[in-house]
């Protein structure tokens, strides 16, 4: 048995996206072992989740699970859907600063400085490594899900403005968390 259907969770029909505060965004991922197949029924799942609320890019921390990896699909097309384990960027230039969001903060965007053109390398479900560049919001997209892979949130990359304007959406996510866990 491939050693990562140890680390897949067995219920995933009940799997979800997390929201902000929860800790477990907050933790970095733990490395892939074996990048295989098994973790197909994850990603399936996560791109599931990701297609319903309109995402383009989700990661194993958003739902809770520990691992290094993310799936994509930024045309939201079906055959545009990749899944990257133990992505690393390899190299990163320009800038853009866009509006971003945050499928584990919903409902909330601000203006995030990124570069514009970077380069990943990556390992796909067959084990095999590949490199994808991608500029605007890909390059964005490849250095948001890398974030979250590192613990990383948007409320960290926020300016202060950005925080004061999102004081409120910050502060119900939290009182709805401290709701959902007192009950």
């Given at each position: ?10 219920d ?15 933790r ?13 029924p ?15 890019g ?15 699909g ?14 690393v ?32 390398a ?9 490199q994808?560049?991608?500029?605007g ?33 910050l ?13």
């Amino acid at each position: 048995m491939p050693r990562n259907t140890k680390i897949v969770p067995a219920d995933l029909a009940n799997l979800r996206i997390i929201h902000y505060p929860d800790s477990r965004l907050s933790r970095p991922s733990d490395t892939v072992a074996l990048p295989d197949e098994s973790l197909l029924p994850l990603a399936e799942r996560m791109f599931e989740l990701m297609s319903a609320v309109r995402g383009v890019g989700l990661a194993a921390p958003q739902v809770g699970v520990n691992l290094r990896f993310f799936v994509a699909g930024p045309v939201a097309q079906g055959d545009d859907r990749r899944v990257y384990v133990n992505p690393v960027i390899l190299s990163a230039e320009g800038r853009q600063e866009e509006e971003e969001g945050c499928l584990s903060f919903p409902g909330m965007t601000c203006r995030i400085k990124r570069y514009g053109i970077v380069t990943v390398a990556a390992y796909g479900l067959d084990g095999q490594i590949f490199q994808q560049t991608g500029q605007g919001l890909l390059a964005r997209l490849f250095q948001h899900e890398i974030d979250h892979l590192d613990g990383v949130l948007l409320v960290n990359r926020m300016g202060t403005l950005a925080r004061l304007a999102n004081r409120r959406a910050l502060k119900d996510l939290e009182e709805q968390f401290e709701g959902k866990s007192s009950a």
